[in-house]
């Protein structure tokens, strides 16, 4: 799907016995599908679930997308929100269809393109790896690559909404790399704040080190 198509009809004027100009008609988009900053769907703005929604032939669902803020001149909130809501509306389609039998995979498989929840499921595991391997008494040289990769990802990130919900928070709270422990806890309170805003199941930031580092204590991951 590379955006939005038209389709067109046509009705006869008995009047004149002349049919009109067809006029388009906008094909409904599926539910919780992000519009990237040139209006036009955005793939990997979008969860696979969404772009590709299981069939249903007893339910219907909204057919609403949702809108990421262009980069610039965006207010601050506005990509969170659109984030937020592409969720509802997920939540929203799967609450409508669960009575019915999905015909389609709810993820795509592994030697497809990532969507915008397994980009992001590695970004996070990317940069929490590299905190708990960064240095407890940092140069200033490993200080400043670590903020230059930091503030990199607002301007190189691929979903556009998220580098910009992401670039909002990292303005409100710079990163804090004097240290392993606060570099780990800067990132384990954005990565929390970001799970709030999509209704998921926040962190014990007490244990970053054993979820990114040492393992649990029990040995079950040696």
Known sequence: MQGSTTSTSTNTNTATGKSPRPTPTARP????????????????????????????????????????????????????????????????????????????????????????????RATWTFLHTTAAYYPDNPTPTQRAQMLQLLHALPQLYPCSHCADDLGTRMRRRPPDVR???????????????????LGKPTFDCARVDERWRDGPSDGSCD
């Open 29 to 120: 988009l599926p539910p919780g599908t992000v519009l990237g900053p040139d209006g036009k769907p955005c793939k990997i703005c979008t969860s696979f679930r969404n772009w590709k929604p299981p069939t249903s032939t007893k339910t219907k669902s909204p057919t609403t997308p949702v809108t990421a803020g262009k980069k610039s001149g965006s207010s601050d909130g506005g990509a969170a929100h659109s984030i937020a809501s592409a969720t509802a509306l997920a939540a929203s389609a799967a609450a409508a269809g669960s009575g019915s039998q999905a015909t389609t995979p709810t993820t795509a498989a592994d030697h497809c393109p990532p969507d915008v929840e397994s980009l992001g």
């Open 179 to 197: 240290s392993r422990s606060r570099l780990g806890a800067w990132l384990c309170a954005t990565h929390n704040e970001v799970n709030a805003l």
